[in-house]
């Protein structure tokens, strides 16, 4: 395609004006002899030529990698001691935005710099066809001239290693130094990439002799000083104490740095089967607030005269003030090996833009540049900043809140979550883990942050007699299923199995056995979480107590579940379900307490017909039992009065527990079940006070208005599950006082898709009930849709309100994990 024409209108800068004018700034600056500083004018203005005089515009014709405004000129000044180099790097222009016509303007400095200043084109030559870019790479080629006080100019070429793809990089570069003679020892030293490792540039010095080097730079996502130094102990005789005073004063943070990449270079020369020297470059514009404020580092890290050099150098380069914006410095390096220490700062021009400083734009600068990092993660499961994923993320199983995140982050492994935690909390993003969006009030959405899709973290690691440890996104069903062949399950299953073990452990998870069980939360043994600030801890009754018991049933505002531990028991394979059906509350009331005291039957709940002709109660009595050892219930039942009707069922534990699973599934065939609305209602109720309660607010729902419709079966009625408190022992799970409570929830569910009227009555009346309930001595369900304020948390979280709040500020300083709950706002 033809470019627009380009030759600048007088008075319109050029490329030549700025990157001339710019390296005679530093030259000056550094006191370069006259000979050299013209030498070195004159150098770039040969290598600017066929395109120098174009006019800069204001925005690039092609987005060059080379500077974050994607100004195709970078400077940099390196100093060691007296000795100052000063160097421009560039990206050689072509009229057409094509590849293959960058590569063709690379060839053509290549031989304009062999032509005249003797750059040698040798080994080039050896490897130019395997860097030869494919549609999709990045970039082509791009050189750099190195000025000093004591010699000519010298040369660099930088080629891609991921010119046919990242997943070829590694073989490239492996391939590239076979043909220029390298041993295998040297190619396996410099194609190991650690996890989070991208190959990005192959640099060569356009020189003759054996100290022409090879150097191959990485980018290294993620990583902690630790990590840098491991790469860099590749070089022989490197001591991480050579980058101490690096480390403290330059990222002037913790590790690890999850904002732009840490990139090192390790540094081949032929004959040699390690590399001879290395260098960390650290973006320190992006952990910066300033310009200012990277000087004042960069003056600490320096020594002696090169503090003045470098700082009479960045007086001569800087155009503005440097408080005014941040990024005219973009790295800071320090090499360590061959050559000894020297410090190199890199100089944006600024061409198109002057980044704002952060401490102006505040938490928006740093969101804006979250964009940039989301680009880079590249972890398993994805990065989704797609409107489907995003729209499926602003909905939940409620249909009654829609908050949509700015992206979906799927982590394939603890390293990538602790990845996702990291950036998000660099960024100042909040994040939301989301299991299978199952709660109905927006519980696992967040308003412009990020919604961490749990679902890629599935595997269950191991299964022993007692426990099985899986990762938080496993389904319940993938555990029982795992399990039950070996006649095992977890104590508590819900009656539902499509939710995420994460996903209930921050809530409870009850069910009928509850009653003498206490709910799942009760029945994990250790749980690997990784908190606001990335960190992974294990936390258990025995380790960390005070996080294990924040976690559980805590929504992830202290930490994100990665991976539980969790009891199992032998579990019998067959179910007896006796329902008992009574016309009126009293003697439900009374049979129920009565079964529950006993304690003998292995689950009891209660289920509330709504329908026209009035209510129907049943009371659920189960017992397991094992093939051909049926349980005696007319002992079981014992003593109580003959019901107004009695059925008997058996069926197998499996199938038993596959009921609401089956029935989810039928309900969803039908399109119209996504769309509807479930403000559905969960209340903890005082023993004392459950009479009256159930009375009262029976006897105002409607069977039109209050539940759904009859073919929901259980998932559109009212439940009673009576809770022995001596088994609840999460101290997160709220309950009232008392030995005996109950979880009585109302599943309603609108009859058409986009009823907000409806919704809205239903959400006023959940709240209604809930002061009720409140009033009585009750508590939230956390699953429940019921409007809640800060205010409210207070009161439900009672005495455990600071804790919750002193861990989360300790583990979460910068509340970042689902704050959209606002437990604390
Ligand atoms: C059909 C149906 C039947 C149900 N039956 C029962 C029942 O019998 N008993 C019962 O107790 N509940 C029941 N529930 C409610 C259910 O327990 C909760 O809705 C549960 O949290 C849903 O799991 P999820 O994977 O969908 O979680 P999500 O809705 O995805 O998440 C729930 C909350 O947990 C947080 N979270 C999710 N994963 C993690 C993690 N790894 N680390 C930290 N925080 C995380 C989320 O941020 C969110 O705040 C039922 C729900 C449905 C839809």
Redesign the pocket.
Known sequence: MQQRAVRAAPGESTFQDVGLGLLDGLCAAARLPPHRRRQALHTLEDMLAPWGSWSVGDQPRFPSDISDDHFPIEHSLAVSGNDIEIRVLLEAQAQIRQLSDFWAAGCALNALLARRYGADLQRFEQIAELFEPRAGARYAMWHAACFTERADPTFKLYINPQARGREHAPAIVAEALVRLGFSSEAVKVATALRPGGTLKFFALDLERGSNARVKVYYAHDGADRRRIEAELSRVPGFSAAALETFWNVIPNQDDPFVGLPVTTYLSFTEGDDRPTSGIVHFPVRDYADDDQEVRRRVMALLEGTERELYSRALSGFAKRPLEEGVGLQTYVAQRVGHGGRRVTVYLSPEGYRVAPPRAQSGIASRRASFESTLARLEFGGGVSTEGAARGEASR??GGLVSRAPRAVLRPRSIEDLQIAVRACRHHGVPL????????PFG??QIEGGVVVD?GGLGSIHSISDRAVTVD?GVTWHSVLRATAPRGLAPPVL???QG??V???L??????GTSYKRGAQVDHVLELEVVTGEGELVTCSPDANSDLFDMVRGG??QCA??ARAKLALVPTPAWVRHVTRRYCSLPPFLSDMRELVARAELDGISGTFHLEAEGIRIELNAVSFMDAGAAPNMANLLRGLPDPAEQTTRDLERLAYYSE?DEL?TRLQANSAWDQLARPWFDVFLPNSAVDDYLAQVLAELSASEDVGGPELGA?GQLHLFPLLTQHLKSPLLRVPPGSLVHLFDILSCSRRPGDDAWSQRMLARNRRLFERARGDGGTRYN?AAVPFTSEDWKTQLGPRYDELRRLKQKLDPDNIL?PGLEVFS
């Open positions: 939940d199983m939301v883990a989301r299991g299978q969006g199952r709660t519980q696992s749990m938080a819900t009656a539902f939710l995420s994460g996903g209930t921050s809530i409870g998870g009850l069910s929504l992830g994100v579940i609401v989810v998932l699953i689902n």
